[in-house]
């Protein structure tokens, strides 16, 4: 069993009212819409049905590559824990 000499952090009032205002760099807290270009190339919405492909096809190889590595050392061990 782990314990812990220092005791959990609390914020106080201060730090609390602090969290939500804008950092040193920012103007404001104010939302901005980022919006694509008519017909811009790098959307998302306007690749082809063939590149859309290909894409889901690389991030699912990546996903079977991530979890076949993972796992794949699990059978050569033969004696237990």
Same mark, same amino acid.
């Given at each position: 069993?782990?314990?812990?000499? *220092?005791?959990? +952090? &609390? %914020? /106080? /009032? /201060? @730090?609390?009212? *602090?969290?939500?205002?804008? %950092?040193?760099?920012? !103007?404001? =807290?104010?939302?901005?819409?980022?919006?694509?270009?008519?017909? @811009? !190339? #790098? *959307?998302? =919405? *306007?690749? +082809? +049905? #063939?590149?859309?492909?290909?894409?889901?096809?690389?991030?699912?190889?990546? $996903?079977? $590559? #991530? /979890? $076949?590595?993972?796992?794949?050392?699990?059978?050569?061990? &033969?004696?237990?824990?």
């Amino acid at each position: 069993m782990v314990t812990s000499t *220092n005791p959990p +952090t &609390t %914020l /106080s /009032s /201060s @730090d609390e009212e *602090n969290i939500f205002q804008p %950092l040193e760099h920012q !103007k404001s =807290l104010e939302r901005k819409l980022v919006q694509w270009e008519e017909g @811009d !190339k #790098a *959307n998302p =919405l *306007n690749w +082809t +049905t #063939a590149y859309k492909s290909w894409i889901t096809f690389q991030l699912g190889m990546l $996903a079977l $590559a #991530a /979890s $076949a590595g993972s796992s794949i050392t699990s059978p050569v061990r &033969t004696t237990p824990f």
